[in-house]
């Protein structure tokens, strides 16, 4: 059964970085698209950053661009985010997502939360 387990989140002041880790087991990892999401009290989900297979190529919301980066480890099942020059409005909670698309197979961790304040 495929899980992700997400750590590393907490309270940090403005200009502060944290690190996200997600631990993914029960599936072949690297052969999966990973994705970091975020929410917001009273937002919708939306997504923050993802990395291909292989490390390939990443894509970044335009909000984070220039402050986080996303990265993964096939060798230890885990993708990282890493947030730089965090502002509050990072505030949120940040999950993890795996996808493959043939077949098609989707799962989500439980979420790490993160409180950028003064």
């Known amino acids: 059964q495929a899980q992700l387990v997400e750590s590393g989140g907490g309270l940090v002041q403005p200009g502060g970085s944290l690190r996200l880790s997600c631990a993914a087991s029960?599936?072949?990892?690297?052969?999966?698209?990973m994705s970091w999401y975020r929410q917001a009290p009273g937002k919708e989900r939306e997504f923050v950053a993802s990395i291909a297979t292989t490390g390939s190529s990443t894509h970044y919301a335009d909000s984070v661009k220039g402050r986080f980066t996303v990265s993964r480890d096939d060798a230890k099942n885990t993708v990282y985010l890493q947030m730089d020059t965090l502002k509050p409005d990072d505030t949120a909670v940040y999950y993890c997502?795996?996808?493959?698309?043939?077949?098609?197979?989707?799962?989500w961790g439980q979420g790490t939360q993160v409180t950028v304040s003064s």
């Open positions: 997502n795996a996808f493959r698309a043939f077949p098609r197979q989707e799962s």
């Open positions: 029960g599936f072949p990892f690297s052969s999966y698209f």
